[in-house]
């Protein structure tokens, strides 16, 4: 069982292995760009998330009726 645990271990820590090694071979800005493109995918998902996306130009569904015109 211990074996079985190894490998499944190994398995999925292999991506942030391999990250970390990519992240050490960067210069500053690199990094700087890697985390505004991270920031960038959280305020994406926060945005998807608040049901606004979709709708966020959709001004014509949340604006009033037309009022009657005076006679």
Do not use: C
């Amino acid at each position: 069982m211990a074996s079985l645990w190894k490998h499944f271990h190994a398995w999925w820590n292999r991506d942030a292995l391999e990250l970390a090694e990519e992240e050490t071979r960067m210069n500053e800005h690199e990094r700087d760009v890697v985390k505004e493109d991270f920031e960038a995918r959280i305020d994406d998902t926060q945005v998807e998330d608040s049901g606004l996306a979709g709708g966020i130009a959709d001004y014509e569904q949340d604006s009033e009726p037309p009022s009657k015109p005076a006679r």
